[in-house]
């Protein structure tokens, strides 16, 4: 017995340990990983995988798992896989796997708080870094690559291919690096993470994603209002930040900027207003889940999702779907802190939640970009929460 207790412990303790490195690369997978393949395998190599060695095998203990944030999540998620048996149930196979993908995530990462605390700052330094290496490659391939087109809207590569993901992605390391310049305890430090935010806002920039932009710019000034770091720091952020908007505007032309990116809405208006008009006929249960999902809208065209998460959600799960997620969304707001660890990731949460509003699908998906921007910063927050609660933080 005394053997067997031994070895249950070693073997969780190495997991720990597995588990903690593959938080690492995971989250900066998103920024290097070549496609949606090689981020998967590195969460089912580096997460999925040591949280399958232990969790199995431990008594359930709804604290040590995250609580009512992941019970919550898990009875969406729940909700929805059931959702697809009124949409096309032989899909149901597809959807419970993505459940357990995400039960795994949550309830993996926040037992790995609760027994091995993740350093946030280092955490957000790493995403920064990597962020900001990833922000300069992708920039010298749109201007020097073989198929450049410097008139063109920048994409990445892998994960980034599309230019409206490419802004979501480095939006994150951007928000994270320039909440550390506000929190910074030096005039040097802060100038660092000030400019390694602008190498990645320079991306968002080529890319012309205006969600991504407006979400960034909204949550920034979030940001300084609630932090309010020392004149010193923030009245020279403001003044560049406002040379730097200028120069873009001007560069691009104030005509060209009102007709093309800011008056026009690439068919979202017309996708949202056709969904809408169709919700009252399915308004309780919604039309139900499939896994390859298309919206056709005649004369106009065929659409996968409605780039609109909040709305997808609505329209595929219905209303009860939409109050699930919601009920998740309440619980994780109703813990908001100013604590410095944690305000970048509630920051970094809702900037996700903006950046949804105008791309992005339901949200019971396979770990890929839209993860970035929902189940890694919520179940993060979680696993923090709860993971103080047992130890309070000083």
């Known amino acids: 017995m005394l053997a067997n207790v031994v070895s249950r412990t070693r073997r969780e303790a190495f997991c720990l340990k597995w588990a903690a490195l593959g938080v690492y690369l995971f989250l900066s997978a998103f920024f290097w990983a070549s496609g949606p393949a090689p981020l998967r395998g590195i969460f089912y190599l580096f997460l999925l995988l040591p949280f399958l060695a232990v969790l199995p095998w431990r008594r359930w203990r709804l604290d040590e798992y995250g609580g009512y944030f992941t019970l919550s999540a898990l009875v969406f998620a729940a909700y929805s896989v059931a959702a697809s048996l009124w949409g096309r149930p032989e899909d149901i196979g597809f959807f419970l796997k993505q459940w357990v993908f995400l039960a795994f995530w949550l309830c993996g990462i926040a037992w790995l708080f609760y027994h091995r605390p993740v350093d946030l700052q280092r955490l957000y330094s790493v995403v920064i870094a990597v962020g900001v290496v990833c922000a300069l490659v992708t920039v010298y391939g749109f201007f020097m690559g073989a198929n450049s087109d410097p008139e063109g809207r920048l994409s990445g590569f892998g994960l980034a291919e599309n230019s409206t993901v490419v802004a979501q992605i480095f939006g994150v390391a951007a928000l994270l690096a320039y909440i550390k310049s506000l929190q910074a305890d030096s005039a040097k430090l802060s100038w660092l993470f000030l400019g390694a935010a602008l190498v990645c806002a320079w991306v968002i920039l080529l890319s012309g ?163 970035l921007m929902y189940w890694v910063p919520a179940g993060l927050l979680a696993a923090v929460v709860m993971s103080r609660r047992r130890c309070p933080h000083p």
């Open 209 to 371: 994603s205006r969600g991504a932009a407006l979400a960034l710019v909204l949550v920034a000034l979030a940001a300084l209002v609630i932090i309010r770091p020392r004149p010193s720091i923030w009245v020279p952020q403001v003044i560049l930040g406002g040379l730097v908007l200028g120069a873009a505007i001007l560069s691009v032309g104030v005509a060209t900027l009102l007709e093309v990116r800011v008056t026009a809405f690439s068919l979202r208006d017309v996708i949202w207003r056709e969904l809408l008009q169709r919700v009252p006929g399915h308004l309780l249960f919604g039309i139900g889940y499939y896994e390859d999902s298309r919206i056709l809208i005649a004369d106009v065209g065929v659409f996968h999702h409605a780039h609109n998460s909040w709305l997808d959600i609505l329209y595929y799960g219905g209303a009860l779907g939409l109050l699930l997620a919601l009920w998740h969304g309440v619980l994780l707001a109703r813990t908001f802190s100013c604590d410095r660890d944690l305000l970048p990731l509630y920051l970094w949460w809702v900037y996700g939640c903006l950046c949804l509003l105008t791309n992005g699908s339901s949200l019971l998906t396979r770990p890929d970009a839209q993860w």
